[in-house]
């Protein structure tokens, strides 16, 4: 099983960047797919989560209204876009796939089973 997470760049605060994880190695239709972040000395958090098959999604508080996760079935694709990006969403950012078995989409890192390598995102004041 592969995550490939990419899309990651230097964005000026108020900016947008579009993310992608691109899954492969299996068929993900069961599963959970997640977005998780990662600051200087702090712990991986939550960021937004979606449940392949029926598309419903979740957000942490600090994202909603500026993150949008949507994915591409033919692609077996996940994305994150955000946007009014401000300097503390500067992280690295990671993918994660996990099994849909939970009957709501975990914000947990134990929700997830697959990682990706995880993608740099910063923004700049």
């Known amino acids: 099983v592969q995550l490939q997470a990419s899309g990651g760049g230097l964005v000026q605060a108020g900016g947008s960047l579009r993310l992608s994880c691109a899954a492969s190695?299996?068929?993900?239709?069961?599963?959970?797919m997640g977005w998780f972040r990662r600051t200087l000395g702090k712990e991986r958090e939550f960021v937004a989560a979606?449940?392949?098959?029926?598309?419903?999604?979740y957000y942490a508080d600090s994202m909603k209204g500026r993150f949008t996760i949507s994915r591409d079935n033919a692609k077996n694709t996940v994305y994150l876009q955000m946007n009014s990006l401000k300097p503390e969403d500067t992280a690295v950012y990671y993918c994660?796939?996990?099994?849909?078995?939970?009957?709501?989409?975990?914000?947990?890192?134990?929700?997830?089973?697959?990682w990706g390598q995880g993608t740099q995102v910063t923004v700049s004041s």
């Open positions: 994660a796939a996990g099994p849909d078995i939970y009957g709501g989409l975990p914000t947990s890192l134990l929700g997830y089973a697959y």
């Open positions: 190695g299996r068929t993900f239709s069961s599963h959970n």
């Open positions: 979606i449940s392949w098959s029926t598309g419903s999604a």
